[in-house]
């Protein structure tokens, strides 16, 4: 069911689509193909808010709605890595109670799986933009060298975590991110607010 070599590559398609709407979309074979590429649609997402966030010339208004943006982004970013733990956890054999416990699940491991194929495809882009320095250009070619190693390293430390899991040799837990910014029982300055609201 898992193969890093798939996600990574259902990762980089669904980049290229993001940049150019003319290419064919990532062919998502399972339920769990899709549920990968939700979370990394999340993710994409969320890359470009944030650059959004940081344009000097915004005004106020606007970086206040791409914040709220975000903060609506970063919760689905969660709650689909949770979704992809869980379509993992049932799919999985029985755990074996007596095999250490891995403190990252798969679900947090593709995540940042996620977030440096993005790294990885912006970093080439700088690589060979086109009105940048020679010096720009070996800067990013020296950086996607490195990401690229991380993103290998990444991909067979998640190969070797399921195989590990499936065989009774390790276990994980689904952790619940337990956010509190977007609760509004749970953050102070939005029960605050309500509360002064009440009272006027």
């Keep these: 069911m898992l193969h890093a070599s798939f996600i990574v590559a259902l ?6 689509l993001g940049h150019d709407a003319s290419l064919p979309k990532p062919a998502a074979a399972s339920a769990f193909d899709s549920l ?23 005004g ?22 949770e979704r992809v733990d869980i379509a993992l956890l049932d799919a999985a054999p029985a755990q074996n109670v007596a ?9 947090m491991m593709i995540d940042r799986l996620s977030i440096l194929s993005l790294k990885v495809f912006h970093t080439a882009e700088e690589a060979h933009r086109r009105g940048a320095d020679s010096a720009h250009h070996i800067r990013n070619q020296d950086r996607l060298v490195i990401l ?9 430390c998640l190969d070797a975590l399921w195989h ?5 040799l390790r276990r994980f ?8 910014y977007n609760d509004p029982a749970l ?14």
Excluded at 11 to 16: E, L
Excluded at 164 to 168: A, E, M, Q, R, Y
Excluded at 173 to 180: A, E, I, P, S
């Design 11 to 16: 990762h980089d398609a669904a980049n290229a």
């Design 36 to 58: 990968i590429l939700a979370q990394h649609a999340a993710n994409f997402d969320l890359w470009h808010r944030e650059d959004a966030a940081r344009d000097p010339l915004a």
């Design 60 to 81: 106020d208004a606007v970086i206040a709605a791409v914040k709220r943006n975000i903060d609506k982004l970063n919760q689905r970013r969660n709650d689909l890595a």
């Design 99 to 107: 095999a250490p416990l891995h403190s990252e699940t798969p679900g």
């Design 148 to 156: 690229e190693e991380q993103r290998t390293d990444l991909a067979a």
């Design 164 to 168: 590990d899991v499936t065989s009774g």
């Design 173 to 180: 837990k689904l952790y619940r991110q337990m956010k509190m």
């Design 187 to 200: 953050n102070p300055v939005l029960y605050g607010a309500s509360a002064e609201r009440h009272l006027q």
